[in-house]
């Protein structure tokens, strides 16, 4: 039985006047790989910034409706946003490690949360991550100096150190040569064991390569989702086959 990990319920989304989201209704099924696809502008951003409350900062900002996170209301008034985002990480379409060591990268937010056996933690990270074998003999040289691949794998390593459960990325491989992009599917497809993912990719060879379901936004509202297979196979709406099939977006 597939379990839903993240159950969106009537969600709406203004940034000022301006609705992005238009009552998104969504679940995201436990230790499956979701993607996000639609045209630039339709919300797949805004949406996947939702799930782990990435917008709080946003000024001007309404939200309306539900996301629940194994059942809990996320946008709740006890809830405690730190730890809902070590729970659901994220990473992000450029590659962003700190400007500090490859080792200090990782361990820089098990040492915030007091963890012991730092070292224990990076390497298992790394490794995770398959990163380990490229960094091991130089974790104490600057991040900054591995390619942009390793950079977006490091990331992934980052979130793993603190222990999610679901892991959300916003066009992972957007900024990454094609065996690059190869190593992070891979990668994705091995930490679907253990992990609940959310994917937005603008590249439709790629969501239908390594996705398990795929929801289909356009203009801030969801359009159509189902298994990968059903909707770049025998989509159901016309937006959706056009889309896919590369006659707009
Ligand atoms: N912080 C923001 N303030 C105002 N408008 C925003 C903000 N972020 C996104 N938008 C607008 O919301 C819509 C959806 O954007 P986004 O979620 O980034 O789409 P996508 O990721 O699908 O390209 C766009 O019209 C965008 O301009
Ligand atoms: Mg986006």
Known sequence: ???????????????????????????????????????????????????????????NIRIDGQVLYDEIDIYGKDVDVVELRKRI?????????????????????????GQKNIDKIVERSLMDAALWEEVRERLDQPAMGLSGGQQQR?????????????????EPCSALDPISTGKIESLMEILK?????????????QAARISDCTAFFLLGELIEVGKTKHIFEMPKIKSTEDYITGRFG
């Open 89 to 113: 990480g994220m990473v992000f379409q450029k590659p962003n490690p700190f400007p500090m060591s490859i080792y200090d990268n990782i361990a820089y937010g098990p040492r915030i949360h």
């Open 193 to 205: 064991d253990n992990y609940t993912q959310v994917i937005v990719t603008h590249n439709m060879q």
């Open 1 to 59: 039985m597939v379990t839903s990990k993240i159950i969106s319920n009537n969600l709406n989304l203004w940034y000022g006047e301006k609705q992005a989201l238009k009552n998104i209704n969504l679940e995201i099924p436990e230790k499956k790989i979701t993607a996000l696809i639609g045209p630039s502008g339709c919300g797949k951003s805004t949406f996947i910034r939702c799930l782990n409350r990435m917008n709080d900062l946003v000024t």
């Open 154 to 170: 490091l990331c992934i390593a980052r979130t793993l150190a603190m222990k999610p459960d679901v892991i959300l990325f916003d």
